[in-house]
């Protein structure tokens, strides 16, 4: 069972980037993902959650990222993505993704597996 967060990178201000959840050991369809973010100095915060239906009412965005940042599935790819756009200074972290591989609604009861994180660094 492993997750993958993949996609960060360097970019200006006012840029985008998409980041990626991947997948292996098991259908990530089935279950809710948490996005999470920890920048330099700071405790780690959650960002969004996806249920297994990303248009169902428990799945979120945090008020800092609403209207900047979306998600969706392709299950076919066994994969969630976070698209992040109008990046700010303030966005800069480390970005993990997580599961309980048991529930499908949002938030999970706990979050149990964690994929590496990727590194966003949002700066001109």
Do not use: H
């Amino acid at each position: 069972v492993q997750l993958q967060a993949s996609g960060g990178g360097l970019v200006q201000p006012g840029g985008s980037l998409r980041l990626s959840c991947t997948a292996s050991g098991f259908t990530l369809r089935n279950y809710a993902i948490g996005w999470f973010r920890q920048a330099p100095g700071k405790e780690r915060e959650g960002v969004s959650c996806i249920g297994t239906n990303e248009n169902d009412d428990t799945s979120y965005l945090v008020d800092s990222v609403k209207g900047r940042f979306t998600f969706s599935r392709d299950n076919a790819k066994n994969t969630v993505y976070l698209q992040m756009s109008s990046l700010k200074p303030e966005d800069t972290a480390v970005y993990y993704c997580a599961t309980d591989l048991y529930s499908s609604s949002c938030p999970p009861l706990r979050y149990d597996y964690w994929g590496q994180g990727t590194q966003v660094t949002v700066s001109s």
